[in-house]
Nanobody, 123 residues
Framework: QVRLVESGGGSVQSGESLSLSCEAS????????MAWFRQTPGKEREAVAV???????KYGGSAQGRFTVSLDNDKNTMYLQMATLQPEDTAVYYC?????????????????WGRGTQVTVAS
């Protein structure tokens, strides 16, 4: 069974950058999609970025132009490079995976989830 572990969260000032990683293990199929979501208290979980095993990608509206998702297939690790961070980006960031290559921004499409990593951006 797939396990996902996020890391790299922390506290930064407005305008600074931060990189997150998601290490995956236990893959049982070669074709898959991985995604970053984020959530703050009282709000719905929001898609940030999606990438599949052949590196096609899609971004949520809040991330376009500032965030970059990448995937290292050999290391089974997905990354999220976040630039020009703003207080509105403060959230718990989650890694997710599903065993097909469809680039979905909808949380129910994903089968496996990590426990999340906190990102806090001070004003």
């Amino acid at each position: 069974q797939v396990r996902l572990v996020e890391s790299g969260g922390g506290s930064v000032q407005s305008g600074e950058s931060l990189s997150l990683s998601c290490e995956a293990s236990g893959f049982t199929c070669e074709k898959y999609v991985m995604a970053w979501f984020r959530q703050t208290p009282g709000k719905e979980r929001e898609a940030v970025a999606v990438i599949n095993y052949v590196h096609h990608s899609k971004y949520g509206g809040s991330a376009q132009g500032r965030f970059t998702v990448s995937l290292d297939n050999d290391k089974n690790t997905m990354y999220l490079q976040m630039a020009t961070l703003q207080p509105e980006d403060t959230a718990v960031y989650y890694c997710a995976e599903h065993n097909d290559p469809i680039l979905s921004l909808i949380p129910p499409r994903y089968t496996f989830w990590g426990r999340g990593t906190q990102v806090t951006v001070a004003s």
